[in-house]
């Protein structure tokens, strides 16, 4: 197409808006305290699970919801024991529709996971046990994993930490 001369037009560029995050589910609990609170002398084993569900709200909204599972626990003795559901809603605009999935599996959950971790870190806090800071999570890797199981349910990924 020419514009006689003038600027050639542009394609509009993609965009990931975050219009509202928020907890929708969250649970903390210390089953086995003051027994629990005793230090022990070999660290925790800490396991966590992570989900990512996408559910559309209109032609651009999506809600992500990103989910976290985790217990840590030492000498057969439950610490803690955690489940977190945190969503946001995000306007997706601009992108190819082969694209979509992609970006909403792996960018909105990328946005939300460092608040999700501040929840989850503050919890344990709170629990009387150190601040559990949840390593960064590849969600790239996470979304190749969903998508080469082609389930119709996401898979865990789990994760330990020490």
Known sequence: MTTNGGPQPQ?????????AQYVKDFSFENPNAPRSMTPSPQPP?????????????SETD???????EGKAEAQ???LFSFELAFAGIFRVQNVPADSVQPVVL???PRLLFPFAREIIAT??????FPPLLL?????????RQR????QPSPPSQPIKQN
Request: with cysteine; glycine share 6%; hydrophobic share 55%.
């Open 106 to 108: 792996i960018e909105c």
């Open 123 to 128: 919890a344990t806090r709170n629990g009387g």
């Open 45 to 57: 084993t800490i396991n966590i699970h992570i989900n990512v569900d996408a559910r559309p709200l």
């Open 135 to 143: 390593e960064p999570v590849d969600f790239v890797a996470l979304y």
């Open 62 to 68: 999506v809600e992500v919801t990103l989910r976290l």
């Open 11 to 19: 394609a509009a560029m993609p965009q990931i808006g975050v219009l």
């Open 147 to 150: 998508m080469a199981s082609a």
């Open 76 to 78: 057969a003795l439950l």
